[in-house]
Each structure stands twice: as structure tokens, then as C-alpha cells.
């Protein structure tokens, strides 16, 4: 167990770091290095391009520099804006309530003919198939919800009437919401 303090090793460090700059202020880089790098130095600063200060290519010049210099600040003020419109947006359309969800399921259960069928299957799968048939279903209201229908949370669970159209071998092909 390491039963030294922190402002001990704190010090022991300072008097690490103190004596390695003792020992280097004496150390210098040799001149020829010194001289190789400003030379590199001065060559690269000589290949860079000039910068256009006038006419067409020195007002795009401008603009660059000030696209580069605020390009922060424009990004945040467009997200800030972006997510206010889309905040309006939720705010003034219209929302579902659970009960009105309750009254949209209830009036597709309550139609006896004419409720459409959704397809579980592909379309030419169920006009291939030689002998369908009709079986009735209760189905939990969280598999019609992933199907599109709507569906309240509360509802999720609770089991829908269905009629189910399955293949010979028992394969559903298609279902709709029964009375």
C-alpha cells in the first residue's frame, strides 16, 4: 500500500523536475542543425503561394477567410434554429391521444364487412397459394402496431380480434381486424 500524501510526492517531483533543468540549460542544438532548419524554414515560406489582394480573386480570397472565421459560430446559430423550428413544429401539429387512438381501433372493429386485409405476405405469395382459409385470432396489439396500425401503449397487450388468412400449411399470409 502507497502510504505517501499527495503534497509529498508533489515535492519529490518538484525537486526531480528542478534538477533536470539544471542539467539542461546547458544543452544547445549544433549549429548546422540550427542553420539546415531556418534554411527549410525559409524555402517553404518561398514556395507558398501569394495571397490575391485585389479584384474578383481577392474578394474571394476575403470571403474564404471569413467563411474559415466564423463557420463556428454559423454552424451553432443554424442548429439552434433548426431545433427551435423543429420544437414549433411538434408544438402545433396535432397529437394523439390515447383515447383517441382507443376510438380509431374501435371504429375499425366495429365495420363488419368491407375491413380490409393486410398483407403479411407477399401478394403474389397469397394469389399463389392453392387453398387459403379463414381462421379467427386474438393477436396482441403490439404485433399490429409493428404492422402500422395504431395502437395506444396501454393497449399493447391487450388482445385484438383478428381474422387470419393462412396458407395449407399454416403459414399467415394475410389478417384483418375483426368485429
Known amino acids: 500500500m502507497n502510504d ?23 544543452v544547445q542544438a549544433p549549429d548546422h542543425l540550427e542553420r539546415a ?4 524554414f525559409n524555402a517553404t515560406q518561398a514556395a507558398r503561394p ?5 479584384g474578383v480573386a481577392g474578394m474571394a480570397g476575403a470571403w474564404l477567410a471569413w467563411y474559415r472565421t466564423s463557420r463556428h459560430w454559423m454552424s451553432s446559430a443554424l442548429a439552434i434554429s433548426g431545433t427551435a423550428a423543429l420544437v414549433a413544429v411538434m408544438m402545433i401539429s ?3 391521444t390515447p383515447m383517441e387512438a382507443r376510438t380509431a381501433v374501435k371504429q ?4 363488419d364487412e368491407g375491413t380490409p386485409f ?5 401478394l403474389q405469395r397469397i394469389g399463389e397459394e392453392p387453398a387459403p382459409h379463414l381462421v379467427d385470432a386474438d393477436v396482441p396489439g403490439s404485433w ?19 381474422q387470419m388468412l393462412l396458407s395449407e400449411s399454416g403459414q399467415p399470409l394475410a389478417m384483418r381486424l375483426a368485429p
Open 4 to 26: 505517501d500524501k499527495p503534497g509529498k510526492q508533489g515535492d519529490a517531483l518538484d525537486v526531480g523536475f528542478d534538477a533536470l533543468r539544471e542539467e539542461m540549460q546547458d
Open 37 to 40: 532548419l531556418l534554411a527549410a
Open 50 to 54: 501569394a495571397q490575391p489582394q485585389a
Open 94 to 96: 396535432p397529437v394523439r
Open 108 to 111: 375499425l372493429l366495429n365495420e
Open 118 to 122: 393486410i398483407a403479411i405476405a407477399s
Open 144 to 162: 399490429l402496431a409493428s404492422l402500422g396500425l395504431p395502437v395506444a401503449p396501454e393497449m399493447a397487450n391487450e388482445p385484438v380480434h383478428a
